[in-house]
């Protein structure tokens, strides 16, 4: 089943909403880039999200946004979802390995498109995706403005996600409770001689099955000594009995990112790993309790670095105990030591507890969404030690 599409207002409203984040940043205009595995940018501000071609979103600071795609099958392909937008065609944003067109095909360069949706030649330009932003296209930016300021701009159009509308509440449950039903189906399937790829299949076809478009990022199962990779992929590995195994699983719904992760093992987890996975879950208990309006990020990243000192585990970890979400699976938001932010109402966080002492490592993690006095807990099932 599927929800209907959020309503065009919806992307309107978070045009505005970054464009008076660009009017307090002093910005001209926003150029952010999408890219199938990256498109959060396209997906959020226009409801696109590209495949074999590429695509940028234009917001300048008041007027009309467009999104930028490179080729005809491309702007046909935008036509039909893009929301709230105009299209243009940048042949710079055609894919990789583009064919000869037949037809003649008509577009521009940012040179003569920025100023046209600005209305005027920017001063400084936004850039999202700044990371990942290809160099031929910024090099066709500086073009449309010669002596311009272009600036990151990740954060101004972070500022406007991570604040959830009531009306994205609805798509973001059903990412969890799907995530959480792949993982029960998985844990079903479980027994000695699986294949790692056999039981990630068992969770992909289960999010299929219940209206799923995909994977967050490509869902993985891992046993034994590659526990200890934080990022891994299924293997041929057949999982064996007394030893510990992750599940780390998370469906795309409709734009939104679900993710659920759990440890375990058929038998007796190891000794060591059984008091990681204890370690872990007072993290997350800790988490559950701590993370609520008012409270500043860096507070929370304290009682978690707190909680690991307890355990001598303070060099077992990677990173705080939980980091904002959305329509990309980590969203900016990390509750970390040098975080000064203070946590509000609709604010989503996917808790994430990642421990390993070298030989084994496991991860147990979460989606709670912010409320007036404290989270609703979007996944919750089997937080504990898990043996089968």
Same mark, same amino acid.
């Given at each position: 089943m599927r929800l209907s599409p959020l309503p065009v207002s919806?992307?309107?409203?978070?045009i505005r909403r970054l464009q008076r984040e660009l009017e307090r940043a002093g910005l001209d205009v926003f150029v952010g880039y999408?890219? #199938?595995?990256?498109?959060?940018?396209?997906?959020?501000?226009?409801?696109?999200?590209?495949?074999?071609?590429?695509?940028g979103v234009v917001v300048p600071v008041r007027g009309k946004a467009a999104l930028v795609t490179g080729g005809p099958e491309s702007y046909e392909f935008a036509a039909r979802f893009v929301r709230a937008m105009e299209i243009r065609v940048n042949p710079l944003l055609v894919e990789t390995s583009a064919p000869e067109w037949v037809p003649e095909v008509k577009g521009e360069s940012f040179r003569t498109?920025?100023?046209?949706?600005?209305?005027?030649?920017?001063?400084?330009i936004g850039?999202?995706?700044w990371n990942i932003f290809p160099h031929p296209l910024f090099e066709d930016l500086k073009s449309a403005a010669p002596g311009a300021e272009i600036v990151p701009a990740d954060d101004l159009l972070l500022r406007v996600m991570a604040v959830k509308t009531d009306a994205e509440i609805p798509y973001i449950m059903e990412a969890y409770r799907?995530?959480? #039903?792949s993982m029960k189906a998985a844990f079903k399937a479980a027994k000695p001689g699986k294949k790692e790829w056999e039981l990630e299949a068992v969770a992909r076809k289960k999010m299929l099955d219940m209206g799923a478009e995909g994977t967050t990022y490509p869902a993985w199962v891992c046993s034994g000594p590659t526990t200890t990779l934080s990022l891994c992929r299924s293997t041929d590995r057949a999982i064996q009995r007394d030893e510990l195994v992750q599940f780390t699983f998370g469906a795309k719904y409709m734009g939104y990112c679900g993710n659920m992760c759990r440890p375990f093992a058929i038998g007796k987890a190891p000794r060591d790993a059984r008091k990681l996975m204890a370690a872990a879950l007072e993290a997350v208990h800790y988490a559950l309790g701590a993370i609520r309006p008012g409270k500043r990020a860096y507070e929370v990243f304290q009682g978690y670095w707190d909680i690991l000192a307890r355990h001598g585990y303070e060099k077992f970890t990677l990173y705080g105990p939980a980091h904002g979400t959305g329509h990309a699976e980590v969203e900016g938001l990390w509750l970390a030591s040098e975080a000064d932010f203070?946590?509000?109402p609709n604010m989503l966080f996917n808790i994430d507890i990642w421990l390993s002492d070298g030989t084994y490592g496991m991860r147990y993690e979460d989606g709670v969404l912010v409320t007036q006095d404290g989270v609703r807990e979007l996944t919750s099932w089997r937080r504990e030690v898990i043996e089968l």
């Open positions: 919806e992307y309107e409203g978070r999408s890219s #199938e595995s990256e498109s959060a940018a396209s997906r959020y501000l226009a409801g696109f999200w590209p495949f074999f071609d590429f695509c498109l920025i100023p046209a949706l600005c209305g005027s030649t920017p001063r400084r850039v999202g995706g799907i995530t959480e #039903e203070a946590i509000v």
